[in-house]
């Protein structure tokens, strides 16, 4: 047979350092570009992208040859670098160490594209901890503070 059939569809979160309010909507809109240009170049399949002040939410179908890992990091660096360079924002830019990645059902793909595409709406009323902990608590993942 020799064919490999996959959707690994992931939903990604990460956010900025100390969660800095530095994604306003201006950069938002070039951050999540700029993701999108070098996922298209690396290959990667992002379905949605999208995000409030202090983080970004992607829904991507993941190629079983690429750790998640290597994803994120791409577009981690990729973006802290980016926007420094360009001096987009007016202090030095960087992410968070780690992020968090969930497994996405089929079933679920509208939800979680639904849920990524409302994030400006959905953070008038809460924050991204709480966000991150009903998640967390959705998927039977105890928060960490640390």
Not at 103 to 112: A, G, I, L, P, R
Not at 117 to 137: G, M, P, W
Request: hydrophobic share 35%; net charge neutral; proline share 2%.
């Amino acid at each position: 047979m020799g064919h490999i059939y996959y959707k690994n569809w992931v939903h990604l979160i990460w956010c900025t350092k100390d969660r800095f309010p530095f994604l306003k909507s201006e950069i938002r809109l070039k951050v999540f570009g700029h993701i999108l240009e070098k996922a298209g170049e690396k290959g990667y399949y992002i379905d949605t992208i999208n995000g409030y002040t202090d983080h970004v939410h992607v829904l991507m179908s993941l190629n079983p040859k690429i750790a998640i890992s290597e994803a994120v990091n791409i577009f981690k660096g990729e973006v802290s670098h980016w926007l420094n360079s360009e001096k987009l924002t007016p202090f030095h830019f960087s992410w968070q160490d780690g992020y968090s990645v969930f497994s996405v059902s089929e079933s679920q793909v509208d939800k979680v594209r639904n849920y990524i595409n409302n994030q400006e709406t959905h953070h008038k009323n809460i924050s991204y901890i709480d966000e991150l902990k009903k998640i967390l608590e959705l998927h039977i993942i105890k928060f960490n503070q640390n």
